[in-house]
């Protein structure tokens, strides 16, 4: 069972504020994501990585920067937090067996920026 | 873009009674897959289907790739089927969505006593 988590599970920061968001996954995956869920718009990719070291923009990553140190961490950076960005954010990890492939994602963390 | 349209919005639905939930892709995909949320909650896989017809239980998804189409189907519904079903497609190799996921706004379910 793949196994991902984040911290914190929620937050709050003040607007200019830097917010740094983490996530860990436990199963040897290559593929990590971050999305952001808002109502009226789903989830959202925001940026993803194929492995340590590499990280690559996803739909919306205005505002947003991502690092991956490793196999296992995979981080979500607000370097200038804004109200705009309030919202919930889901870390997810991906395996790819050739053709065979899934998501799975983490608890969430509920960021307020005031 | 690549769109992900799903139906209905949502669905409420007495004890017993069964839902058909679908999922419509604008472009070609390579794979899709249905998740679970309860309110508040993380999404749970309910269904990896890139293709025919899956079940577990109660739950059974068709994916038809030529046809750009998912449903989930949920047979004599339970209380504890209500939250948000969302379906996310995967694009086709060289599309530039090959590895990520594209969401459906998803469909909420109530199921009343």
């Known amino acids: 069972e793949a196994a991902v988590t984040q911290s914190p599970r929620n937050k709050v920061a003040v607007t200019g504020g830097k917010v740094t968001l983490s996530c860990n996954q436990t199963?040897?995956?290559?593929?990590m994501y971050w999305y952001r869920q808002d109502t009226g718009h789903g989830l959202r990719l925001i940026h993803y990585s194929y492995g340590a070291g590499s990280t690559e923009k996803g739909d919306i990553p205005d505002g947003y920067k991502a690092s991956r140190p490793s196999q296992e961490n995979f981080s979500l950076i607000l370097e200038l937090a804004t109200p705009s960005q309030t919202s919930v954010y889901f870390c997810?990890?991906?395996?790819?067996?050739?053709?065979?492939?899934?998501?799975?994602f983490g608890p969430g963390t509920r960021l307020t920026v005031l | 873009g690549q769109q992900v349209q799903q139906s209905p919005t949502s669905l409420v639905l007495q004890e017993g009674e069964n839902a058909e939930l679908q999922c419509n892709f604008s472009t070609s995909l390579n794979s899709m897959q249905w998740f679970y949320q309860r309110p508040g909650g993380s999404l749970i896989s309910v269904f990896y289907n890139p293709s025919g017809t899956k079940q577990s239980g109660r739950l059974t998804s068709t994916t038809v790739i030529k046809e750009r189409r998912s449903s989930l189907h949920i047979s004599s519904s339970q209380i504890t089927d209500s939250g948000t079903y969302l379906c996310?497609?995967?694009?086709?190799?060289?599309?530039?969505?090959?590895?990520?996921?594209?969401f459906g706004a998803g469909t909420r379910l109530a199921v009343c006593p």
């Open positions: 199963n040897n995956h290559n593929n």
């Open positions: 997810a990890s991906g395996r790819d067996w050739g053709s065979s492939y899934e998501q799975y």
């Open positions: 996310a497609m995967e694009g086709a190799m060289l599309s530039g969505s090959f590895n990520k996921l594209t």
